[in-house]
C-alpha cells in the first residue's frame, strides 16, 4: 500500500486525538516530548501538513484566536476520518517493514575506499555521537515515565534506544576487530570482477 500520510502527519493527527490544537501548539509539543527527534520537523512543514490534512476532511477548523500581540492562529481538531486514516497508517507501518533507504548503509559499504585510521577515527566520533543521543533519548523516557506517561505511549522511545544499543555494539565490533587485526583492512582489492550477463528469463 503506497503511504497516504507522511510520518509527520501521522504524528500531527496523533496529537489531536488529545484536545483541539494550532499547528504552531503541535510543533512545540512535539519537540517537548522528543519527538522532532523521530519526525523530520520543520513549522512551514507541520503548516502544509495540516493544511493538506484539512484539504483531504482529516481534521477540520475550530476557530481563529490570538494571544496577545501574536498571529492569529487557526485552531484544528481531528475528524473520525482523520483517526480511522492516522490508524490505518500507523498498522500499515506496524505491520510490513519499508524500504527507507537510509544513508549510513551507503557509507558502510563504501567505506573500503577509506584508509583504515579514517575509518577508525570517524567510527570514534560517531560511537561518541550515538551514545550522547542515547543519553537524551533515556532522559526524555525517563522524565516521561517520572510523570506519569504510560509505557504503551513511550515505545517509540524505546525502539530508539534499542537500535541505537544495536548501533554502538556493531561500532564497537568494528572497531575491536581493526584493532586486533580480525578485519584486515589492508586486503587488496578483487583486481577483476566476472562480468555483468542479463539471465535469459525462460
Not at 563504501?110 to 533515556?138: C, I, K, N, P, Y
Given at each position: 500500500m503506497a503511504d497516504d500520510l507522511t510520518p509527520l502527519a501521522v504524528s500531527a493527527l496523533a496529537l489531536l486525538v488529545e484536545r483541539p490544537m494550532h499547528p504552531y501548539e503541535m510543533a512545540q509539543t512535539l519537540r517537548v516530548r522528543g519527538q522532532d527527534l523521530d519526525v523530520k520537523l520543520r513549522v512551514p512543514s507541520l503548516y502544509h501538513a495540516v493544511e493538506r490534512l484539512l484539504r483531504d476532511g482529516h481534521v477540520e477548523e475550530v476557530g481563529v484566536g490570538r494571544e496577545g500581540k501574536r498571529p492569529e492562529r487557526t485552531t484544528y481538531r481531528l475528524t473520525a476520518a482523520g483517526r480511522a486514516a492516522m490508524e490505518t497508517q500507523v498498522v500499515a507501518w506496524l505491520r510490513q517493514p519499508r524500504a527507507e533507504y537510509p544513508v549510513l548503509p551507503v557509507a558502510v559499504g563504501?567505506?573500503?575506499?577509506?584508509?583504515?585510521?579514517?575509518?577508525?577515527?570517524?567510527?570514534?566520533?560517531?560511537?561518541?555521537?550515538?551514545?550522547?543521543?542515547?543519553?537524551?533519548?533515556?532522559?526524555?523516557?525517563?522524565?516521561?515515565?517520572?510523570?506519569?506517561?504510560?509505557?504503551r505511549m513511550l515505545l517509540g522511545?524505546?525502539?530508539?534506544?534499542?537500535?541505537?544499543?544495536?548501533?554502538?555494539?556493531?561500532?564497537?565490533?568494528?572497531?575491536?576487530?581493526?584493532?586486533s587485526g580480525a578485519l584486515d583492512w589492508d586486503q587488496p582489492f578483487l583486481t577483476s570482477t566476472p562480468p555483468f550477463t542479463e539471465q535469459d528469463p525462460s
Open positions: 563504501e567505506a573500503h575506499f577509506l584508509s583504515r585510521a579514517q575509518v577508525e577515527s570517524v567510527l570514534a566520533e560517531r560511537r561518541g555521537a550515538v551514545l550522547a543521543e542515547r543519553d537524551t533519548v533515556t532522559r526524555m523516557r525517563d522524565a516521561a515515565l517520572d510523570k506519569g506517561v504510560p509505557r522511545k524505546e525502539y530508539s534506544l534499542h537500535r541505537l544499543d544495536a548501533e554502538l555494539a556493531w561500532i564497537d565490533a568494528i572497531l575491536t576487530d581493526l584493532d
